[in-house]
């Protein structure tokens, strides 16, 4: 008989009244399944009870000591300096060890890089290390930029072939965490773990109501290894940070943030909870599938979890034999991480191949929800500002975007900054920024950190590590993938439709130089735009027009209305440019003037209108039949009304500024015109208006 699993968010409130003596004679009833999945009522004893209350009591106690608590973790083991040394020689000796025979065979005048017996001594020895050694490891098997083939082949092994560990205690785990032996709970159960990584292995089983299902169970004394190592790793950041000035970032608090990730990968019953969660979010989007959960046979130290059937990514020949695209697979990741590191802040801190596979109906499925972490929503915005400022080119913008996003204090000196960050993306003159990877850009700003009081604050590394690991993914599909040109569309997608006072500022930063509207970046945007799949004609018409007519885009809308009346000013100048020439050459009336074509800057903001009504006209969504009621929709809608009212004011102020200036004018250049009544009339009009 197996007691249902709920998820926490679904399990009562538990009052504790204080007074467990009161309630001895009360009976229980609870929900049952039986071994045939068939559900009961049972009442229960008050031994039983105050027994199950115990139990529950331990569990709780368990679930706190899996909170990662540095104070506590550090209050431990300072009681245990022979153990914190014995590990630290543990480490430091087979990595010296491995560290020697690379210089060694370096003098010998070996090819490290294509030693295939170092590769796989270095696998060996990150595996005999431990999970967090495990970790970094599983990082590096993304980075072909970084690491050679032969040890890239070796690392990716990292994955999910390491070890396992015995069945017996696997098992022994499955039924102290769910209270039946596997053969009860499980019709099927593979012989052998079909997959080993570092917090724990899965094998693949059969629900006996037929669902095939992967059922992930956690090594055994995993917090003991990975505390140990976290103590010694922060004590060394702490010391560093006090000895070398130069070392300015928040050490400790980037490896506590790292520390807390791992202590809630431990907690079977908090991944359960982040992948529903991710369903919820980004399951919707298009080829992005996500496992289900069975809370049933769930909890803290044994998962179960829809059975995937699938390849990684990094298996191009077998994704190609399908028929699938891979390139096409990472763009859909892509595309997922930018929704979720921008838009709802929850991501996936641990995208590496084997948490990446591309399913037999071609769609990309995530799995493993351990590593999750978010980002608030000022951090967000940032972020896309940085991004925008940096394809622009806008590296003062640049400068106070990285003192929002708490990398700069607000007191710094950013003038030498903003020259240093040209320099940084000097080798991307002639180029699109965007054309650039996103380790390039790391590694250029880390030396520029090193070098301005840059601090590197802890939520930034997670959010490197899982942009850099898809990179690393990326290039190994296609070499010439390029993140951030595949991120732009978005982006600007973003700017051009997202409400958020902050984005709208970045729009009108963006889009305004010194008071002068400039139509490039608006083609720009409007370009990138399209390509994503989200934008649509009508969302961006409604939305513009919206925040067109609100009091935040006041701004925008002057300069806007300024700028089409020039438009509509240079249409007129010309059409009576063309219909003088006209009557002068073609018909003979000498006595008309020619009028003065538009100028040039009027000119410019024609062929400008003329490129952006090309591009709405190609937007998806844009359809000529329906414009038309569309149209009307528009016109009565109070801030087009407005918006209509604005351009006619200022067209009549033009044309009587015009009028009064021709009259003036006239009289400057005949002051006796009444003694002067032979002289033949002439057509005139100033070359300005």
């Not at 030693?115 to 796989?120: V, W």
Request: glycine share 6%; hydrophobic share 40%.
């Amino acid at each position: 008989m197996i007691v249902k699993t709920l998820p926490p968010a679904s399990r009562p409130i538990e009052e504790d009244n204080g007074g467990s003596n009161n309630r001895r004679d009360e009976l229980y009833v609870a929900e049952v399944v039986s071994a045939n999945d068939t559900q009961g009522l049972v009442v229960k004893s008050p031994r039983l009870i105050a027994a199950e209350q115990q139990r529950a009591l331990t569990n709780k106690r368990e679930t706190e000591m899996t909170r990662y608590d540095p104070a506590e973790i550090a209050a431990h083991y300072q009681d245990r300096p022979l153990q914190v040394l014995g590990r630290i020689f543990a480490v430091l000796g087979p990595t010296l060890s491995f560290a020697l025979g690379l210089w060694w065979d370096s003098k010998r005048g070996t090819v490290v890089k294509n030693d295939r017996r170092r590769a796989a001594q270095l696998r060996e020895l990150l595996t005999k290390l431990g999970p967090a050694y495990i970790k970094i490891g599983q990082a590096l098997s993304t980075r072909p930029d970084l690491v050679p083939p032969v040890f890239l082949e070796e690392l990716t092994k990292l994955q999910d072939q390491l070890p396992p560990f015995p069945n017996e205690i696997a098992y022994q785990f499955i039924e102290e965490e769910l209270g039946a032996p596997p053969e009860e709970i499980y019709t099927e159960l593979s012989a052998t773990p079909i997959a080993a990584a570092s917090l724990g292995q899965v094998y693949k089983g059969k629900l006996k109501t037929g669902e095939e299902v992967a059922v992930k169970v956690q090594r055994p004394d995993l917090k003991e290894r990975i505390t140990i190592d976290l103590y010694i790793l922060r004590r060394i950041a702490g010391w560093a940070k006090k000895s070398f000035k130069r070392v300015r970032s928040d050490l400790v608090g980037i490896l506590d943030e790292l520390g807390d990730r791992i202590f809630e990968e431990m907690d079977y019953i908090h991944e359960g909870e982040n992948a529903e969660r991710f369903f919820q979010l980004y399951g919707h989007l298009k080829d992005i599938y996500v496992p289900k959960i069975y809370w049933e046979y769930t909890n803290r130290r044994v998962l179960t979890m829809e059975w995937i059937n699938g390849i990684k990514l990094t298996q191009t020949p077998e994704i190609k034999a399908r028929g699938i695209d891979a390139r096409y697979l990472i763009e859909v990741g892509v595309q997922c991480s930018l929704r979720q590191l921008l838009e709802h802040g929850f991501f996936h801190a641990d995208p590496h191949p084997g948490n990446l596979l591309a399913t037999f109906d071609g769609k990309l499925a995530y799995l493993d929800f351990g590593m999750m972490s978010e980002i608030k929503p000022p951090q967000r915005y940032g972020l896309i500002e940085a991004i925008v400022h940096v394809v622009n080119r806008d590296f003062d913008g640049l400068a106070k975007d990285y003192v929002k996003l708490d990398f700069l204090s607000p007191e710094t000196d950013l003038t030498p900054i903003i020259p240093a960050f040209a320099r940084v993306f000097a080798d991307a003159q002639g180029a699109s920024v965007a054309d650039l990877n996103i380790k390039s850009i790391t590694d250029e700003l880390s030396a520029l950190m090193y070098e301005y009081p840059f601090r590197v604050p802890p939520y930034y590394a997670l959010i490197i590590r899982s942009l850099v690991t898809l990179e690393g993914i990326a290039i190994f599909i296609d070499p010439n993938f390029k993140v951030l040109s595949e991120a732009y569309p978005y982006v600007a997608k973003r700017l051009l439709t997202d409400p958020a006072p902050a984005l709208r500022a970045s729009l009108q930063d963006l889009l305004f130089k010194e008071g002068k509207f400039r139509w490039n970046r608006l083609e720009n945007l409007l370009k990138n735009a399209r390509g994503n799949e989200d934008y649509d004609f009508n969302l961006v018409l409604n939305q513009g027009v919206d925040f067109l007519a609100s009091e935040r885009g006041g701004f925008i809308r002057d300069k806007l209305v300024d700028e089409f009346v020039n438009g509509l000013n240079a249409v007129g100048k010309n059409v009576l440019h063309n219909f003088t020439y006209l009557l002068r050459e073609q018909v003979g009336i000498t006595a008309i003037n020619e009028t003065p074509a538009a100028t040039v800057e009027q000119q410019q903001t024609l062929e400008h209108i003329k490129r952006i009504l090309n591009i709405l006209r190609d937007t998806r969504g844009f359809d000529p039949v329906q414009f038309a009621p569309q149209l009307a929709q528009l016109i009565l809608n109070p801030g087009v009304q407005r918006l209509g009212q604005q351009i006619t004011n200022r067209l009549l102020q033009k044309a009587l500024t015009k009028l009064i200036r021709d009259l003036l004018a006239a009289d400057e250049v005949n002051p006796s015109a009444s003694g002067n009544l032979t002289q033949p009339a002439r057509l005139s009009l100033p070359a300005r208006v």
